[in-house]
């Protein structure tokens, strides 16, 4: 079964950038196909939707609140799906979990594979 990890989070100045690795551990299967999902959740806030990429032709959808700032790609030659976060505010802090499922959305209910997650820190 497929297995994510997420790697890439870390401490990061606002108007930084940092870029989010999702890849699946397991061998012998991939990603390619699957609709990928990142979300985050911040202290004492739910889990949201931030971005989600679809499995068949690759279309994105963003959260309002990061549009024009995330961009999520996917290389399929590397199983591996990316969320590249520029201008990063400190209301980006949060721990961030890719997951994966059939369907794009920004709905966690969507989605039935979730990885560990990854803190990811935006501070001066």
């Known amino acids: 079964q497929v297995q994510l990890v997420e790697s890439g989070g870390g401490w990061m100045q606002p108007g930084g950038s940092l870029r989010l690795s999702c890849a699946c551990v397991?061998?012998?299967?991939?990603?390619?196909?699957?609709?990928i999902g990142w979300f985050r959740q911040a202290p004492g806030k739910e889990r949201e939707g931030v971005s989600c990429?679809?499995?068949?032709?690759?279309?994105?959808h963003y959260a309002d609140s990061v549009k024009g700032r995330f961009t999520i790609s996917r290389d399929n030659a590397k199983s591996t799906v990316y969320l590249q976060m520029n201008s990063l505010k400190p209301e980006d802090t949060a721990v961030y979990y890719c997951?994966?499922?059939?369907?794009?959305?920004?709905?966690?209910?969507?989605?039935?594979?979730w990885g560990q997650g990854t803190q990811v820190t935006v501070s001066s």
């Open positions: 997951a994966a499922g059939p369907v794009s959305s920004l709905l966690l209910g969507d989605f039935d594979i």
């Open positions: 397991v061998s012998g299967y991939t990603l390619n196909g699957y609709a």
């Open positions: 990429i679809s499995g068949s032709d690759s279309s994105t």
